[in-house]
């Protein structure tokens, strides 16, 4: 693939035709290449962040496996399910690096105190925003890129997904690298590799995030986000709104 990395300027946003041209190439490309061109271009600017969810464990997989040093960080509500830290460790250990931990000073307490118990039931959106949205935010003030697993295949408000995007919320590119990908391309991944993955899979959640909004749907569903926000209209966080808005 021809190199076009001088044409980026980190932190200002990408031209339509830029973001165009390296979406067509990545098309015919995979993921490796999707890390490598980032890595390239904005070296340890680049950012991983996961949920540690299917598509986090094999991108955490493909940077050990390339060798590139980036940090990667997950964001902690203090409401994660103990598989998750369970995972995290087990991750940590296999791969021997350090994640980072990306979170609000806002304790679960003073949240109650201000916004009222159980913020996630009255205003999921306010909790999501003070607890993952606002954290990243944050996080990636002085970041160049940061890269996620999301997928078209997720659900019908990621269908667009582009493996290069210009995140106006958070003023960096984001890559997506696995845009393409189905769950069972991922999971075929994960098994032939034996990677880790959280056990909560296995028992009917297909996705996983925070106890209080996460239930197990059975293993059948074909939704990949089924089960999340049950009973609410919510379906994403807030935190890839610049991939849901295309
Ligand atoms: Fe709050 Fe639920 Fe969002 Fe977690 S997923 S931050 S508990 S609303």
Known sequence: MD???NELVPNEELSDE??????TQFEMAGPDEVLLWGYDTFGAGMVLGTGFGP???FLIYRLWELGIEVPIFYLDTHLLFDET???RDRVEKRFNIQIT???TDLSLEEQADEYGEKLWKTDPNKCCQLRKVLPLRNYLSDKEAWVTGVRRSQSETRKNTQYVEWDPENE?????PLANYTAEQVWNYIHSKNLPYNPLHDEGYPSIGCIPCT????QTVSDERSGRWNGNEKTECGIHLSTQQK
Do not use: H, P, Q
């Not at 830029?18 to 979406?23: A, E, I, T």
């Not at 960096?172 to 997506?176: D, G």
């Not at 239930?215 to 059975?218: P, R």
């Open 55 to 57: 598509s986090g464990m």
């Open 18 to 23: 830029l973001l165009s041209g390296l979406n």
């Open 3 to 5: 190199s076009i990395e």
């Open 172 to 176: 960096v590119v984001k890559l997506n």
């Open 215 to 218: 239930e197990a749907v059975g």
């Open 101 to 103: 931990r990306v979170s």
């Open 85 to 87: 830290y369970a995972l």
